[in-house]
Nanobody, 119 residues
Framework: QVQLVESGGGLVQAGGSLRLSCAASGRTFSINAMGWYRQAPGKEREFVANIDWNGGIRYYADSVKGRFTISRDNIKNTVYLQMNSLKPEDTAVYYC????????????WGQGTQVTVSS
């Protein structure tokens, strides 16, 4: 099993920044891709960004390109999401996920962290 624990959410004004962290523990060798999804009230969960654990390949949703950056620290088994120029529409619960490969469904999910952007 793998445990994923997110942190770093909070309340920020529009235009501000936050950095989310997701720490993985347990059988982390089974994870080769990690990423972030988000879910706003009344909406479906949507893809934000993901990263290949070994090669550093990254993908972003169009809505966050140029504003968000995903990165990972292999030693700490942690993935980060740096969020800049935040907008009220970025308000959501952000979930970290992990899986065997980019493009595959995630096998593991964190509990989520709330991000609220005020206008």
């Amino acid at each position: 099993q793998v445990q994923l624990v997110e942190s770093g959410g909070g309340l920020v004004q529009a235009g501000g920044s936050l950095r989310l962290s997701c720490a993985a523990s347990g059988r982390t060798f089974s994870i080769n891709a990690m990423g972030w999804y988000r879910q706003a009230p009344g909406k479906e969960r949507e893809f934000v960004a993901n990263i290949d654990w070994n090669g550093g390949i990254r993908y972003y949703a169009d809505s966050v390109k140029g504003r968000f950056t995903i990165s990972r620290d292999n030693i700490k088994n942690t993935v980060y999401l740096q969020m800049n120029s935040l907008k009220p529409e970025d308000t959501a619960v952000y979930y970290c996920g992990g899986g065997p490969k980019l493009g595959y469904e995630y096998d593991y999910w964190g509990q989520g962290t709330q991000v609220t952007v005020s206008s």
